[in-house]
DNA sequence: TTGACAAATAAGAGTTACTCCTAAATAGTA
DNA sequence: TACTATTTAGGAGTAACTCTTATTTGTCAA
């Protein structure tokens, strides 16, 4: 087993495996076996990898999935809360299965992205007019700057 | 005047120039009539303009200036922090010339990029090990969810 | 001032990352 | 098991950059 990509456990993977059937069926979408492959690649990586990126993995499973569909689905993550586009993201898209809460560092150079976690960030509270208005599906705080490598 | 364009009396913008044009010569880039021109379309504006937007706003002045330069400018002002990428852009990039602090809500349905002020999130305090490590240009609160109209 | 030169621009071709379209396949339901 | 609305694969199409090259222009030094 691969260090840097098993930083889920098989355990817990099943776990979010089963709360993400859930919600799919709870929003009206099939559970289809390319839905599911997909977000399984997605949650098992802390890499933020890109549609290109993850259709090659799941291509290990299933070949015949286009990229159009991994496209169509991380979307559809996206808005149902299962996964998020990372802030910033420039030229090609990048996602995260949001394993657990961090903020992001984007570094305006070299554009690479760096996750952090501080605690008081992951506790910021929503004013109360926006919980009335909109449905808050997720929060964060985005640092952009220049990183160690590159100043 | 227009109200909607004029969010900016000409005497700021004349203060923001001199800032910028001192920026440029600070980071070693040369001070074009187009670098500004653009950059003072952008601050004029409050409503997160693409590429394209400025390019034809710009055009008015300057009849010949290319998309691309409207392109590489944006970018370079990114780098320098004269001005940033809304976070969670899509298809198009949005700039915004940060004429004073605020935040960002996006609608992951409509795509509808929502403006809002929240005093605390103004004064965030970026983690000391964070500021020691790298530049950080910019610090936002960033919020995403399923809009009013959406819902 | 005036050259010299590195940096910036215009124009257009090229590329990337989606996004749309259509026919075929399939999950959910009766 | 049959039906129907979703979903998928494949391929064509498109939008938004991004690169290349020739030309122009700030900036700096003499």
């Known amino acids: 087993m691969n260090a840097q990509e098993s930083i889920i456990n098989s355990v817990d993977l099943d776990k979010k495996t089963v709360w993400f059937t859930g919600l799919c069926r709870e929003k009206g979408l099939k559970v ?10 997605l949650v098992k990586t802390n890499e933020h990898p890109s ?3 993850l259709c090659e993995k799941v291509r290990q499973v299933f070949p015949s999935i286009s990229l159009d569909t991994v496209n169509r689905t991380l ?9 998020f586009i990372v802030e910033g993201s420039g030229d090609a898209k990048r996602f995260d299965g949001g394993l657990d809460e961090h903020q992001h560092f984007k570094c305006v ?9 501080h605690e008081p960030f992951n506790n ?5 007019e926006m919980e009335e208005m909109f449905v808050v ?10 990183c160690d490598l590159c100043r």
Do not use: H, W
Not at 32 to 41: L, N
Not at 75 to 83: F, P, Q, R, V, Y
Not at 109 to 117: A, L, N, P
């Open 124 to 128: 910021i509270e929503v004013p109360q």
């Open 137 to 146: 599906l997720r929060k964060s705080v985005y640092l952009e700057g220049i």
């Open 109 to 117: 150079e070299c554009k690479r992205v760096i996750d952090f976690s």
């Open 32 to 41: 289809t076996p390319q839905r599911i492959a997909i977000y399984r690649e």
């Open 75 to 83: 979307l559809t993550l996206n808005e149902i809360g299962a996964a």
């Open 51 to 53: 549609a290109e990126m």
